[in-house]
C-alpha cells in the first residue's frame, strides 16, 4: 500500500486559490476571448486581489497553460505503467488518449479552451514548447521499454514525435470541428494510419 505525504493547510490553501483563479480565467476567456480578458476581471471573478493573482502566475498565457501543464507527467506516467508485452502503438495510443480524454471528454469549456489555444498564437507557441518537453519524457520511457540507447537510436525521439502529432491532428480536427467528431474515434483513425511506422521497430 502506498502512503500518501500529508498536504499542509497552507499547501491545500494555495492550490484551492490556484483552482479558482484558472476556473475563473479559463470561464471568462473562453466566453470572451484572449485579449478581451484583463487580469482584473480574472483577479475580481476568482474574489481575490490581482496582487494575489501573480503571486500565482505571472500572465494570463500562464493561466490557460495550466490547464494543460499535468498532460505531460500524466501522458510519461500513463507509458511507464502500460504492460510491457503491447505494442508501441498500443501502448502509445492509450498514453495519447489519456490526454485528449482530459481535453476533450468533459465540459463544453474545454472545447473553447483548446479552441483558444490553438487559435492565439502566442498560447499556441507556449504548447508546442510544452510539448517539446513531453516528447523528451516519452521518448526515455519508449527507449526503456525497448531496451534502446536514446543517444544512438533515432527510433524513441522519432516514435515519441510521430505519437505527439497524432495528438495534435486530433485535437485540432476535434477544435475544427466544433466538438462535432468524436475524438475517440478520431485517435483510433490516426493510430491506424501511424501503427505501421511505431511497431516497424518491433
Known amino acids: 500500500m502506498t502512503i500518501r505525504p500529508e498536504v499542509s493547510l497552507a499547501q491545500r490553501k494555495r492550490q484551492l486559490v490556484s483552482d479558482e483563479l484558472t476556473g475563473a480565467a479559463l470561464k471568462l476567456l473562453a466566453r470572451k476571448g484572449f485579449d478581451a480578458v ?105 527507449a526503456d521499454r525497448l531496451d534502446l540507447d536514446p543517444a544512438t537510436d533515432l527510433y524513441p525521439q522519432l516514435a515519441a514525435g510521430i505519437a505527439l502529432t497524432a495528438f495534435d491532428t486530433v485535437l485540432q480536427r476535434w477544435s475544427d470541428s466544433d466538438g462535432a467528431e468524436d475524438p475517440a474515434e478520431l485517435t483510433d483513425r490516426a493510430f491506424a494510419v501511424i501503427a505501421p511506422a511505431l511497431d516497424a521497430v518491433a
Open 38 to 142: 484583463t487580469i482584473d476581471e480574472i483577479a475580481l471573478a476568482a474574489g481575490v486581489s490581482k496582487r494575489t493573482f501573480f503571486r500565482y502566475f505571472a500572465s494570463k498565457e500562464d493561466v490557460v497553460i495550466q490547464f494543460l501543464a499535468e498532460m505531460g507527467t500524466g501522458m510519461r506516467a500513463e507509458l511507464a505503467g502500460r504492460p510491457a508485452r503491447e505494442s508501441p502503438s498500443v501502448a502509445l495510443r492509450h498514453t495519447v488518449w489519456l490526454s485528449i480524454d482530459a481535453c476533450a471528454g468533459h465540459t463544453d469549456q474545454a472545447l473553447r479552451v483548446v479552441q483558444l489555444i490553438l487559435g492565439t498564437p502566442a498560447l499556441h507557441a507556449r504548447f508546442l514548447e510544452r510539448q517539446a518537453q513531453w516528447r523528451d519524457g516519452l521518448a526515455a520511457e519508449v
